[in-house]
C-alpha cells in the first residue's frame, strides 16, 4: 500500500512538472534548456511506476535541475 502511494504521489509530481515545464517554455520565464529539462522531469517521473530504472534518472535529473534553477534565480534581477 505504502509503495502505491508514493508511485500515485510521483505520478501527480510528473503531471504537475510536465504543465510547469510547458508554461515555462510558452511564457520564456525560465531558460529554455532548463524547461526542456523540467518537462523531461515531468516526463519521467509519470512513467517511473512503469520503467523502474528511471527512478535513478528523475533522481539524478532532478538534483541537476533544482540546482540549476536555484542559480537562475539567485543570478535574477526580479
Same mark, same amino acid.
Given at each position: 500500500m505504502?509503495i502505491g502511494? %508514493?508511485?500515485?504521489?510521483?505520478?501527480?509530481l510528473?503531471?504537475?512538472?510536465?504543465?510547469i *515545464?510547458w508554461?515555462?517554455l510558452?511564457?520564456? =520565464?525560465?531558460?529554455?534548456i532548463l524547461?526542456?529539462l523540467?518537462?523531461l522531469?515531468? %516526463?519521467i517521473a509519470?512513467l517511473?511506476?512503469?520503467?523502474?530504472?528511471?527512478?535513478i534518472? *528523475?533522481?539524478?535529473?532532478g538534483?541537476?535541475? =533544482?540546482?540549476?534553477l536555484?542559480?537562475?534565480l539567485l543570478r535574477?534581477?526580479?
Amino acid at each position: 500500500m505504502y509503495i502505491g502511494l %508514493i508511485f500515485a504521489g510521483d505520478h501527480a509530481l510528473g503531471w504537475v512538472l510536465l504543465l510547469i *515545464g510547458w508554461a515555462a517554455l510558452k511564457t520564456r =520565464g525560465l531558460p529554455r534548456i532548463l524547461s526542456y529539462l523540467l518537462v523531461l522531469y515531468g %516526463i519521467i517521473a509519470i512513467l517511473e511506476f512503469a520503467v523502474h530504472p528511471f527512478m535513478i534518472v *528523475g533522481v539524478i535529473l532532478g538534483i541537476i535541475w =533544482g540546482v540549476w534553477l536555484g542559480v537562475v534565480l539567485l543570478r535574477s534581477k526580479v
